[in-house]
T-cell receptor, first 113, second 114 residues
Framework: DQQVKQNSPSLSVQEGRISILNCDYT??????FLWYKKYPAEGPTFLIS?????DKNEDGRFTVFLNKSAKHLSLHIVPSQPGDSAVYFC????????????FGAGTILRVKS | DTEVTQTPKHLVMGMTNKKSLKCEQH?????MYWYKQKAKKPPELMFV???????INESVPSRFSPECPNSSLLNLHLHALQPEDSALYLC?????????????FGPGTRLTVL
C-alpha cells in the first residue's frame, strides 16, 4: 500500500519556466514532509521540508505548498535551470513513525535549455 | 565536514561470500540509517540506529546484519545473499532520533550478487 504517491513519473520543462512536482499522501497521521533531489550515482540530497502547521515554505528558488485537506503537496522550482534535472522524491513522516521516512516513487525532472 | 561517506562504491559478490559495507559521518549525528534502493524505486528503510542502539529493524532478513561500533560509524555485514539483493545501499544520518530532522544521505554502494 503506497502511502506516498508521486503520480507523474516524469516532467519536462523549458529552462526559465516553472517546474511543479506533485505528491499525494494517504496517511493523515503524517505531519512532516520533505523533498529530496537525486542525481544518478549519488545519494538523495535534502531540498526543503514543511511541517503540517504551515501551508507554505520557501527557500530561494524552491517553494513547497501543503494542502492538508487534500493530502497534497507540491514543489515549485522557479526559474528552472538545467542543473535541476534529477529525480525528485517526496517523503513523509510523523512522530508515530519515529525516524522512518516514507518515500514516494519519484519524478524525473528534465529541464531543457 | 557535512558529508556521509560510504565504501566501497561498487561491490560484486557471490552468494557464498561474506562482505561488509561501511558508512561514516563526522557531523555529530546520533541517528544513522541503512536504506535499500532498487532501480526506478524509492529508497526503502532497512535499519535505524539511534544513539548507537538499534531502534528499527524493518523485518530485514538475517543475511543482513547491521553494526554501529560508535556514533560515527555504521556497518552492514552481508552473508549468503541472493541475486535479488542486488541494489543500491544507502546510508544516512540525522542530528538526533526524532522525526523532524532531515536525513543526510551518502552516495551509496552499488551491490551486485551473482
Amino acid at each position: 500500500d503506497q502511502q506516498v504517491k508521486q503520480n507523474s513519473p516524469s516532467l519536462s520543462v523549458q529552462e526559465g519556466r516553472i517546474s511543479i512536482l506533485n505528491c499525494d499522501y494517504t496517511n493523515s497521521m503524517f505531519d512532516y514532509f520533505l523533498w529530496y533531489k537525486k542525481y544518478p550515482a549519488e545519494g538523495p540530497t535534502f531540498l526543503i521540508s514543511i511541517s503540517s502547521i504551515k501551508d507554505k515554505n520557501e527557500d530561494g528558488r524552491f517553494t513547497v505548498f501543503l494542502n492538508k485537506s487534500a493530502k497534497h503537496l507540491s514543489l515549485h522550482i522557479v526559474p528552472s535551470q538545467p542543473g535541476d534535472s534529477a529525480v525528485y522524491f517526496c517523503a513523509a513522516t510523523s512522530m508515530e513513525y519515529g525516524n522512518k521516512l516514507v518515500f514516494g516513487a519519484g519524478t524525473i525532472l528534465r529541464v531543457k535549455s | 565536514d557535512t558529508e556521509v561517506t560510504q565504501t566501497p562504491k561498487h561491490l560484486v559478490m557471490g552468494m557464498t561470500n561474506k562482505k561488509s559495507l561501511k558508512c561514516e559521518q563526522h557531523m555529530g549525528h546520533r541517528a544513522m540509517y541503512w536504506y535499500k534502493q532498487k532501480a526506478k524505486k524509492p529508497p526503502e528503510l532497512m535499519f535505524v540506529y539511534s544513539y548507537e542502539k538499534l531502534s528499527i529493524n524493518e523485518s530485514v532478513p538475517s543475511r543482513f546484519s547491521p553494526e554501529c561500533p560508535n556514533s560515527s560509524l555504521l556497518n552492514l555485514h552481508l552473508h549468503a545473499l541472493q541475486p535479488e539483493d542486488s541494489a543500491l545501499y544507502l546510508c544516512a544520518s540525522s542530528p538526533a532520533g526524532g522525526s523532524y530532522n532531515e536525513q543526510f544521505f551518502g552516495p551509496g554502494t552499488r551491490l551486485t550478487v551473482l
